[in-house]
């Protein structure tokens, strides 16, 4: 079962940056992080579960949500099977408990449809303060 961590949420002032990392374990035998698409989603309280940004499994190509263009980064490192989103820029918008999820069905692609997704981590949490 893969199992993913979130890490590097935290509080940060309005036009800060954060790095959130996605650190991934427990592959079946002979997989790696290069089986899985990445997608980053976001929740803030009383909102609906965003989709932020993915990856393909090769990390060839990224997608954004309109908000976040131009001021996130998504990422992965396959040999130490961690992804991550830099997030520069910040606004009090961007409040919200940050999930990484995998997915391994899509390869050329990525989507941030979140009902893609077989694997969630727990979340971290993100707050900007304005």
């Known amino acids: 079962q893969l199992h993913l961590v979130e890490s590097g949420g935290g509080l940060v002032q309005s036009g800060g940056s954060l790095r959130l990392s996605c650190g991934a374990s427990?592959?079946?035998?002979?997989?790696?992080?290069?089986?899985?698409?990445i997608g980053w989603f976001r929740q803030a309280p009383g909102k609906e579960r965003e989709g932020v940004s993915c990856?393909?499994?090769?990390?060839?190509?990224?997608k954004y949500t309109d908000s976040v263009k131009g001021r996130f980064y998504v990422s992965k490192d396959n040999a130490k099977n961690t992804a991550y989103l830099q997030m520069d820029s910040l606004t009090a918008e961007d409040t919200a408990v940050y999930y990484c999820a995998a997915e391994e069905d899509s390869f050329w692609t990525c989507s941030t449809n979140s009902s893609l997704y077989d694997y969630w981590g727990q979340g971290t949490q993100v707050t900007v303060s304005s």
């Open positions: 990856i393909s499994r090769p990390g060839g190509v990224t």
């Open positions: 427990g592959f079946t035998s002979g997989f790696t992080l290069e089986n899985y698409a």
